[in-house]
């Protein structure tokens, strides 16, 4: 396992945090948009309305999504390795 921070760009998916969004996007993959520093203090929950769910802290915003998570909730997906692709490609073009 990489141990390199989350950057702009990484495949990411949420496995820790407040409820509603472990409920609404635990394991969902999403590619990394923007990383910043959260606002006002803390991050208000866009499901459930909760404030301060988590504190200023810095987060990362997704391609097509108006959320902000803060990086400690997420784990990056690491792509398979070019061997693996190109397997998993071959095994395609089998199948038909």
């Given at each position: 396992?990489?141990?390199?921070?989350?950057?702009?760009?990484?495949?990411?998916?949420?496995?820790?945090?407040?409820?509603?969004?472990?409920?609404k996007l635990g394991g969902v993959p999403m590619h990394v948009e923007r990383i910043?520093?959260?606002?006002?203090?803390?991050?208000?929950?866009?499901?459930?309305?909760?404030?301060?769910?988590?504190?200023?802290?810095?987060?990362?915003?997704?391609?097509?999504?108006?959320?902000?998570?803060?990086?400690?909730?997420?784990?990056?997906?690491?792509?398979?390795?070019?061997?693996?692709?190109?397997?998993?490609?071959?095994?395609?073009?089998?199948?038909?």
């Amino acid at each position: 396992m990489n141990n390199k921070p989350i950057a702009v760009g990484d495949l990411v998916m949420v496995v820790r945090g407040h409820d509603c969004i472990v409920r609404k996007l635990g394991g969902v993959p999403m590619h990394v948009e923007r990383i910043s520093q959260s606002a006002c203090g803390g991050l208000r929950c866009s499901l459930c309305g909760s404030s301060k769910v988590y504190p200023q802290t810095t987060c990362a915003n997704f391609e097509g999504k108006k959320c902000f998570l803060p990086l400690a909730w997420l784990i990056r997906i690491e792509p398979p390795a070019v061997s693996q692709q190109t397997e998993s490609t071959k095994e395609l073009m089998n199948v038909r």
